[in-house]
């Protein structure tokens, strides 16, 4: 089974810090790993995400992820936070190895709230 | 407009009512799913479609039922039988199996009253 998880449910960060928000995953196989921004009341925004080729993904609105194989993470980052940055956060995992029936379905983490604070 | 849409934003239902969500997309994506979010518990899949006229369960189908009649259309009916239907429901779609991407609609809110 497939298995994300986000350890903080909210991250608070003071505009123009650095940020990141934790994600660390599990699968049997090798991932996808994705990342998306909710603001109140609207859908599930895509961000970025890892597929192969460089641990560093580059994504919308200035933000990045690492993807660190040994240590099973995903984490988001931004150099300079902004108050528009602030918003629910999910992590998401696919096996990459499963690409037919149930295998082929997204698991997301909880969500972690940024609170971006002037 | 490309992209996908999601009706009525704001649904409340009686108890022992069925109500169904709506979902059209136009990006000419072959697969579609339903999620279901709740505070704290992330986003849970009820059902998901890969060809038109096929379904499959998701985690929690239980109450729920789709149809995919039509590549751009996959409507979600809560039923009476769903014993918690206050949530917000998610439609998302991808280009096909292969697709890594999925993406979302504005989503729908619904209310037991």
């Known amino acids: 089974a497939q298995s994300v998880a986000q350890p903080e449910d909210q991250v608070n960060v003071a505009e123009g810090n650095p940020l990141t928000v934790k994600c660390t995953y599990s699968v049997s196989g090798n991932p996808y790993l994705f990342w998306y921004v909710q603001y109140p009341n609207r859908g599930l925004q895509f961000l970025l995400k890892?597929?192969?080729?460089?641990?560093l993904v580059k994504g919308s609105y200035g933000f990045e992820a690492e993807f660190n194989k040994s240590q099973t993470s995903f984490h988001l980052k931004k150099p300079s936070a902004l108050v528009s940055d602030s918003a629910l956060y999910f992590c998401a995992v696919r096996d990459r190895g499963r690409v037919t029936g149930g295998g082929n379905k997204l698991t997301f983490g909880t969500g972690t709230q940024l609170k971006v604070e002037l | 407009d490309g992209g996908i849409t999601q009706s009525p934003k704001y649904l409340f239902r009686k108890e022992g009512q069925n109500v169904t969500l709506s979902c059209e997309q136009n990006?000419?994506?072959?697969?579609m799913y339903w999620y279901r979010q709740d505070p704290g518990q992330g986003l849970r899949l009820i059902y998901y479609s890969q060809i038109v006229n096929d379904f499959q369960k998701g985690d929690i189908a239980e109450g729920y039922s789709v149809s995919r009649e039509k590549k751009e259309s996959f409507p979600l009916t809560v039923t009476s039988a769903q014993k918690n239907p206050t949530a917000f429901y998610l439609c998302?779609?991808?280009?096909?199996?292969?697709?890594?991407?999925?993406?979302f609609g504005e989503g729908s809110w619904l209310t037991v009253v």
């Open positions: 890892y597929i192969t080729g460089d641990n």
């Open positions: 998302a779609t991808k280009l096909d199996t292969s697709g890594n991407t999925i993406y």
């Open positions: 990006l000419n994506h072959d697969a």
